[in-house]
């Protein structure tokens, strides 16, 4: 299992991040999914694209391998699910994960971060923040018997997926046709 | 708190297991008094004990950390206290052998250097991570077995009534270990600031820290010039002077430390 971000149809509303706080009633300053700007150097043509990201559920989870007291584990359909029950607050998964997700809570001195909607999942709902997305960029794909195509594995500014092995896939933006003079 | 619990944690534990090392390899091979192998013995034990509480206060959660021991199959950080545990209990026991001639002792002596260093590269290994490029290389292992090798045979040599060959010999080693880190170091910093990304950017970061500068100054050049001042003038060393080096140099590691920790650049996703 894994997201499917659609760079392309994604205004950048946050609504993702909201919904998910609200499903979660995370602590201030706890956000599991968070929306950020691409850069907009990035291509050809300046252009605002945002990448809409919580945990990436890797294959290769660096936050299990660090991880002191085995508060990770990886399900059978790839859920990465931290336990809290179990952390001790080491911070080291914090420390591992390229994508800084894993993140601290202040209140209870323990991680926290996105287990994919297990629950809602398992309920058979779609996760909150797919549910709350307006524009229908995002989406859970499983990878048994995925057969589209036209994904990418990474976009500008997401770091290096051969570390972890993320299983978030992309859709590009595509970047607008220039208007010019005839010469 | 930030990280000054691991800067107490790290830096003292790598100097008890140094002086550990040094102990147990100086019974092995010369002889010592009695009592003062048995206070030098206590002194490290304590020191372990007290790194150990310390790093206690990094954790969220202190009092669960006896769970940190259960994952050794893949996390370093459970290996590495275990390591440091273990060697604890084997100095304890090394502590009740100090009585006359004592094989068992020399015997065991050579396991806690072992586990000694075991503990020190497993601390290293730690922070041996791909989300950090500038520690994902041999270095943070290489630097914490310098801070050891360092600080640890000063200790003992301060703890110890040394006969002159051996001490003259440990000044010289230590001499020989600062200039080795420094020279490492140079080229540590000149890699990270050649490369690119974040790597580059942990380098200028190191180099442009208010600290790096006192760092290099009480950590390298004060000690070595020392050295040299002294080799020059052909004046051998007393007490007095490597209690100052000693505490230079201790200083220059906890500053080294923090620029370890503060430093470093991890990858992120960008933006924001
Ligand atoms: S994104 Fe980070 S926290 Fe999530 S599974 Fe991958 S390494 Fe672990
Ligand atoms: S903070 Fe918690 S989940 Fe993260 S590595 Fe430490 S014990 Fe494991
Ligand atoms: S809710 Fe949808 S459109 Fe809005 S930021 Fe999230 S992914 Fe983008």
């Given at each position: 299992?894994?997201?499917?971000?659609?760079?392309?149809?994604?205004?950048?509303?946050?609504?993702?991040?909201?919904?998910?706080?609200?499903?979660?009633?995370?602590?201030?300053?706890?956000?599991?999914?968070?929306?950020?700007?691409?850069?907009?150097?990035?291509?050809?043509?300046?252009?605002?694209?945002?990448?809409?990201?919580?945990?990436?559920?890797?294959?290769?989870?660096?936050?299990?391998?660090?991880?002191?007291?085995?508060?990770?584990?990886?399900?059978?359909?790839?859920?990465?699910?931290?336990?809290?029950?179990?952390?001790?607050?080491?911070?080291?998964?914090?420390?591992?994960?390229?994508?800084?997700?894993?993140?601290?809570?202040?209140?209870?001195?323990?991680?926290?971060?996105?287990?994919?909607?297990?629950?809602?999942?398992d309920q058979g709902l779609?996760?909150?923040?797919?549910?709350?997305?307006?524009?229908?960029?995002?989406?859970?794909?499983?990878?048994?018997?995925?057969?589209?195509?036209?994904?990418?594995?990474?976009?500008?500014?997401?770091?290096?997926?051969?570390?972890?092995?993320?299983?978030?896939?992309?859709?590009?933006?595509?970047?607008?046709?220039?208007?010019?003079?005839?010469? | 708190?930030?990280?000054?619990?691991?800067?107490?944690?790290?830096?003292?534990?790598?100097?008890?297991?140094?002086?550990?090392?040094?102990?147990?390899?100086?019974?092995?091979?010369?002889?010592?008094?009695?009592?003062?192998?048995?206070?030098?013995?206590?002194?490290?034990?304590?020191?372990?004990?007290?790194?150990?509480?310390?790093?206690?206060?990094?954790?969220?959660?202190?009092?669960?950390?006896?769970?940190?021991?259960?994952?050794?199959?893949s996390s370093w950080l459970?290996?590495?206290?275990?390591?440091?545990?273990?060697?604890?209990?084997?100095?304890?026991?090394?502590?009740?052998?100090?009585?006359?001639?004592?094989?068992?002792?020399?015997?065991?002596?050579?396991?806690?250097?072992?586990?000694?260093?075991?503990?020190?590269?497993?601390?290293?290994?730690?922070?041996?991570?791909?989300?950090?490029?500038?520690?994902?290389?041999?270095?943070?292992?290489?630097?914490?077995?310098?801070?050891?090798?360092?600080?640890?045979?000063?200790?003992?040599?301060?703890?110890?009534?040394?006969?002159?060959?051996?001490?003259?010999?440990?000044?010289?080693?230590?001499?020989?270990?600062?200039?080795?880190?420094?020279?490492?170091?140079?080229?540590?910093?000149?890699?990270?600031?050649?490369?690119?990304?974040?790597?580059?950017?942990?380098?200028?970061?190191?180099?442009?820290?208010?600290?790096?500068?006192?760092?290099?100054?009480?950590?390298?050049?004060?000690?070595?010039?020392?050295?040299?001042?002294?080799?020059?003038?052909r004046i051998s060393p007393?007490?007095?002077?490597?209690?100052?080096?000693?505490?230079?140099?201790?200083?220059?590691?906890?500053?080294?430390?923090?620029?370890?920790?503060?430093?470093?650049?991890?990858?992120?996703?960008?933006?924001?």
């Amino acid at each position: 299992m894994g997201f499917l971000v659609d760079a392309e149809r994604c205004i950048g509303c946050h609504a993702c991040e909201m919904a998910c706080k609200n499903e979660y009633q995370s602590e201030p300053n706890v956000r599991w999914r968070k929306v950020y700007p691409i850069n907009e150097t990035e291509y050809s043509l300046p252009e605002r694209n945002h990448l809409s990201l919580a945990c990436n559920h890797c294959e290769k989870p660096e936050c299990l391998r660090v991880c002191p007291v085995r508060a990770y584990t990886k399900r059978e359909d790839g859920i990465v699910i931290h336990d809290q029950g179990r952390c001790i607050g080491c911070k080291m998964c914090a420390m591992a994960c390229p994508y800084e997700v894993p993140q601290y809570n202040v209140r209870l001195k323990k991680m926290e971060k996105c287990n994919l909607c297990d629950g809602r999942l398992d309920q058979g709902l779609k996760t909150a923040c797919e549910a709350a997305c307006p524009v229908e960029a995002l989406s859970v794909i499983d990878f048994n018997g995925f057969t589209k195509y036209g994904f990418v594995i990474a976009l500008p500014g997401f770091p290096d997926p051969s570390i972890t092995k993320p299983t978030t896939r992309f859709i590009k933006p595509r970047i607008g046709a220039q208007v010019r003079r005839d010469q | 708190m930030g990280e000054y619990p691991l800067i107490l944690f790290t830096v003292l534990s790598q100097l008890s297991a140094g002086a550990a090392i040094t102990l147990s390899l100086l019974d092995y091979f010369t002889k010592i008094d009695n009592s003062a192998g048995k206070k030098s013995t206590l002194v490290v034990l304590v020191m372990i004990a007290l790194s150990l509480g310390i790093s206690l206060l990094h954790l969220g959660h202190p009092f669960n950390a006896y769970r940190a021991l259960t994952n050794i199959g893949s996390s370093w950080l459970s290996r590495e206290a275990i390591l440091f545990f273990l060697l604890g209990i084997l100095l304890l026991v090394y502590y009740f052998q100090w009585k006359e001639e004592n094989s068992f002792r020399k015997s065991l002596g050579l396991i806690i250097s072992v586990v000694s260093v075991l503990a020190v590269v497993s601390s290293g290994m730690v922070y041996v991570l791909p989300a950090v490029p500038a520690w994902n290389n041999f270095s943070p292992i290489l630097f914490f077995l310098f801070t050891g090798a360092a600080l640890g045979p000063m200790f003992i040599l301060l703890m110890l009534k040394l006969t002159n060959g051996a001490f003259s010999r440990l000044v010289q080693f230590t001499a020989v270990i600062l200039a080795a880190s420094l020279m490492c170091f140079i080229v540590y910093v000149s890699v990270l600031l050649s490369g690119s990304g974040a790597s580059a950017s942990t380098g200028s970061q190191i180099v442009g820290s208010g600290i790096f500068w006192p760092r290099l100054l009480v950590n390298w050049i004060l000690p070595l010039g020392i050295f040299a001042w002294l080799t020059f003038k052909r004046i051998s060393p007393d007490r007095k002077v490597v209690c100052s080096l000693f505490v230079m140099v201790f200083i220059g590691e906890l500053l080294g430390r923090y620029l370890f920790y503060y430093a470093s650049v991890a990858l992120k996703v960008a933006g924001l």
